[in-house]
T-cell receptor
């Protein structure tokens, strides 16, 4: 069965500093990986995805994520955090067959950017 | 273009009552999904549909039923609500391309359900 782990429930970072939200995954075969963001009382918004090709994926709002196959990781990064980036972030993985074709989400990481 | 909309936004039920949550999308997406979100557990798939008239079970289907009579609508029903079904429910839809790896899901704003 496929799975996603987000080892940090909470990440705090000062505005202007770089941020990293960690994600590791387990899936049979090549993974399709996604990051979503959820602002308070809102639905999830798509940020970026890795399908194939370049290991560094660029997405919305200046976010990027680095795919590392050997470490089975897909960490979300941003060079300079903004207070408005404070939100709940979800990593998700999709496999290629059967029930694995559905998205499996991590438990989420609450990012707080301090002014 | 409203995207994915959900009705109602909030609801309080008593144990044993029934209700239906409505999801609508105007993006002509083939696939639709119902998730529940509980603290510390991320999103878990309840049921999904890969086209009009078809539905399938997800990870946590017990206690829920769904119907997809029209392509743009996906209904989630609770026949006899239980306190364990207190949660935030999200609907999503996706284009449903042949390569599911590239298929991005778009989410509605959610329905907060409390069962007393």
């Amino acid at each position: 069965a496929q799975s996603v782990a987000q080892p940090e429930d909470q990440v705090n970072v000062a505005e202007g500093n770089p941020l990293t939200v960690k994600c590791t995954y387990s899936v049979s075969g090549n993974p399709y990986l996604f990051w979503y963001v959820q602002y308070p009382n809102r639905g999830l918004q798509f940020l970026l995805k890795y399908i194939t090709g370049d290991n560094l994926v660029k997405g919305s709002y200046g976010f990027e994520a680095e795919f590392n196959k050997s470490q089975t990781s897909f960490h979300l990064k941003k060079p300079s955090a903004l207070v408005s980036d404070s939100a709940l972030y979800f990593c998700a993985v999709r496999g290629l067959s059967g029930s694995a074709r559905q998205l499996t989400f991590g438990s989420g990481t609450q990012l707080t950017v301090l002014p | 273009n409203a995207g994915v909309t959900q009705t109602p936004k909030f609801r309080v039920l008593k144990t044993g009552q029934s209700m239906t949550l409505l999801c609508a999308q105007d993006m002509n997406h083939e696939y639709m999904y119902w998730y529940r979100q509980d603290p510390g557990m991320g999103l878990r798939l309840i049921h999904y549909s890969v086209g009009e008239g078809t539905t399938a079970k997800g990870e946590v289907p017990d206690g829920y039923n769904v119907s997809r009579l029209k392509k743009q609508n996906f209904l989630l029903g609770l026949e006899s609500a239980a306190p364990s079904q207190t949660s935030v429910y999200f609907c999503a839809s996706s284009y449903g391309s042949g390569n599911l790896g590239t298929d991005t899901q778009y989410f509605g704003p959610g329905t907060r359900l409390t069962v007393l």
